[in-house]
C-alpha cells in the first residue's frame, strides 16, 4: 500500500490550537502529526492523528525557547513530514526555520487574533515560511502575506 | 450557569474581579470560573486556574452563557456550541497581553449575533443582567461560521505544486 503523505501541524496551546485544527480538511487523507505545547490536546485528536507534546517557553526565557526549539528540530527530524503547518507563536516559528533547512514545505497561517497587524512571530517567519498567509484581507500585500480568507 | 473563562495563557483579574462581585450580589446564578494563575481568584463562586481541553468542553457545553476575553479560541468555541458571549478585550497597556490585538478582535467579531463586547470592565454588570435577561434572543441567533473554502483551496493547491 502507498503510504500516506504526511503533514505536521504545530502551535502554542488555546486559539493557535483550535485554528491550527480547523485547517484540517486541506490535508483529508493525510497522515496528521501534530506538535503542541499543551499535552492536554493529545486526547483530544482524530483516530490514526499523532501527537507530541513540546515544552512551553516564552520569548522572555532564552534557555527555555532553545529547549523547545530543539524538540521542534528533533520531531521534524525523526517524522519527516512532507508539510510543516502553523499558525503561531515560538514553536510554529521553529517550525518554518527547521522546516524549511530540512527542505520541507512551510505554511505560517497568521491567527485571525492579529487584526490590526500581523503577529511578531508571523513577522519572523516569514523567510523560512514557503506560502505565508494572514487571515486579515488589509493586511495582505502583492509581495506577502497572502490572503485567501479565514477559518472563521 | 454562566462560564466565566480567560483563556490558557494569563490571568485576567480585571475581568474577573468585577464579575465576582456581580455575583455576590445574584445569589440565584451559578457561576464557574477557570481563571487563570492568579492570587485573587473569585470569592462567589468556584473556579480553577487552568482546566484540560475535555473539562473545557464541557463547561463551555454546560453554560448558558461566556463571560470571557476576546481571545480567538473562546470566540471559536463559542461559534462552535452557539453560546452566547460576552467579552471584554484584554490591554496591552495594562500588561494583560503583549498588544491590544484583542482590541481589534472585539471590534471585528461584534457584529456577530451571539456576542457582546464591552470596552470597560464597569459596563459588565448590566450587561450581563441584560444578556441574562434575554437568553432566549440568543438561541434561535447563528453566525455564518465556516473555514474558508478558498482558503482551504489555496493551502491544496500549494501543496500538490
Known amino acids: 500500500m502507498k503510504e500516506k503523505r504526511k503533514v505536521l501541524f504545530v502551535s502554542s496551546s488555546g486559539g493557535h490550537w483550535i485554528q491550527l485544527r ?65 499558525t503561531g507563536a515560538s514553536p510554529g516559528f521553529f517550525a ?22 500581523l503577529s511578531l512571530s508571523g513577522q519572523q517567519a516569514r523567510r523560512f515560511a514557503d506560502l505565508w498567509i494572514t487571515q486579515w484581507e488589509h493586511l495582505a500585500r502583492p509581495e506577502g502575506p497572502k490572503f485567501f480568507g479565514a477559518v472563521v | 450557569m454562566i462560564f466565566v473563562t480567560v483563556g490558557s495563557q494569563l490571568a485576567f483579574d480585571r475581568l474577573v474581579e468585577v464579575v465576582d462581585a456581580w455575583a455576590s450580589n445574584r445569589t440565584d446564578v451559578q457561576l464557574f470560573g477557570q481563571v487563570g494563575d492568579t492570587d485573587k481568584p473569585p470569592k462567589s463562586f468556584p473556579s480553577v486556574s487552568t482546566m484540560s481541553p475535555e473539562e473545557y468542553q464541557k463547561r463551555f457545553s454546560e453554560a448558558d452563557l461566556i463571560v470571557g476575553h476576546a481571545g480567538m479560541g473562546t470566540i471559536i468555541a463559542a461559534l462552535e456550541l452557539g453560546k452566547p458571549l460576552l467579552m471584554l478585550p484584554r ?19 461584534r457584529s456577530f449575533a451571539l456576542f457582546e463586547v464591552v470596552e470597560s470592565e464597569s459596563e459588565i454588570p448590566t450587561r450581563l443582567d441584560h444578556m441574562l435577561a434575554s437568553l432566549d434572543e440568543y438561541r434561535g441567533a447563528s453566525d455564518e461560521f465556516g473555514v474558508g473554502d478558498s482558503l482551504i483551496d489555496a493551502i491544496r493547491e500549494f501543496v500538490d505544486s
Open chain 1, 22 to 86: 480547523r485547517l484540517r480538511p486541506a490535508f483529508d487523507g493525510w497522515h496528521r502529526l501534530y506538535a503542541c505545547t499543551n499535552e492536554g490536546y493529545r486526547s483530544t485528536i482524530d483516530d490514526g492523528e499523532d501527537f507530541f507534546g513540546l515544552p512551553e517557553a516564552s520569548r522572555w526565557n532564552k534557555i527555555r525557547l532553545v529547549y523547545q526549539a530543539g524538540m521542534v528540530l528533533s520531531i521534524i527530524a525523526r517524522t519527516q513530514p512532507e508539510v510543516v503547518v502553523s
Open chain 1, 96 to 117: 518554518m526555520l527547521f522546516g524549511r533547512a530540512m527542505g520541507k514545505k512551510t505554511i505560517w497561517v497568521d491567527s485571525i487574533a492579529n487584526v490590526d497587524e
Open chain 2, 91 to 109: 490591554l496591552g497597556s495594562l500588561k494583560e497581553s503583549r498588544n491590544d490585538n484583542q482590541v481589534g478582535t472585539a471590534r471585528h467579531f
